[in-house]
């Protein structure tokens, strides 16, 4: 099993439709969780931070469920310039149990918002 | 403006050269992370420091080196021992401070090309 697992798609939705991702991790330890968005050929930016009670940022909704392991992402009334690959990412604590910032990468979702 | 520098963005050499990368921060960030990404695949984790004059092996490290001597300073070495060195170099900085999310923030990237 890999240790972030993410479909990855591509989603093809018309403008102003909602679409939702989804992401699973293997260790039941772990602390944070984030949702990047990376354009092509840039770099990864922080999209949010996923907490436990669920957070919202405007059009995008992220929800954490620590029980079944899985991550989930929401974007409503999709927009053009939401077109990117948006990737889960999700911290494992060491070996011994303790948190630092070894972040691991789901291999990215791709999104395109088409008129 | 606070930020990641690396440079320079596009990298041409020829195989059985040494290529040196450069990043810097000026986020006043202690933990800081090399990443490598292939097209249409996740970002693996090559090194990672997370204080001045220390630095861990991540996940790819054979065929690269690093050196921390500054905190700003976090540079990466391919050597012509690295199979397949031609790829997208991504830099990340992080707080990585307990109580921190430890969410990470990247430069702009280097592609590099071997022929």
């Known amino acids: 099993r890999k240790e972030v697992e993410q479909d990855p798609g591509p989603f093809n939705v018309p403008e102003g439709a909602t679409v939702a991702f989804n992401c699973t991790y293997s260790n039941s330890a772990s602390q944070s969780f984030f949702w990047y968005r990376q354009d092509c050929r840039k770099e990864p930016k922080l999209l949010m931070s996923v907490y436990s009670s669920g957070n919202e940022d405007g059009r995008f909704t992220a929800q954490l469920n620590r029980a079944s392991q899985y991550i989930s992402l929401l974007i409503r009334d999709s927009k053009l310039s939401d077109s990117a690959t948006y990737l889960c990412v999700v911290n494992f604590p060491n070996a011994g149990g303790t948190s630092y910032g070894k972040l691991t990468f789901g291999q990215g979702t791709i999104l395109t918002v088409h008129p | 403006d606070g930020g990641i520098t690396q440079s320079p963005k596009y990298l041409f050499r020829k195989e059985g050269q040494n290529v040196t990368l450069s990043c810097e921060q000026n986020l006043n960030h202690d933990a800081m992370y090399w990443y490598r990404q292939d097209p249409g695949q996740g970002l693996r984790l090559i090194y990672y420091?997370?204080?001045?004059?220390?630095?861990q092996k991540g996940d790819i490290a054979e065929g690269y080196s690093v050196s921390r001597e500054k905190k700003e300073s976090f540079p990466l070495t391919v050597t012509s021992a690295q199979k397949n060195p031609t790829a997208f170099y991504l830099c990340?900085?992080?707080?990585?401070?307990?109580?921190?999310?430890?969410?990470?923030?990247f430069g702009p990237g280097t592609r590099l090309t071997v022929t």
């Open positions: 420091s997370q204080i001045v004059n220390d630095f």
């Open positions: 990340a900085s992080s707080l990585d401070s307990p109580g921190t999310s430890y969410e990470q923030y």
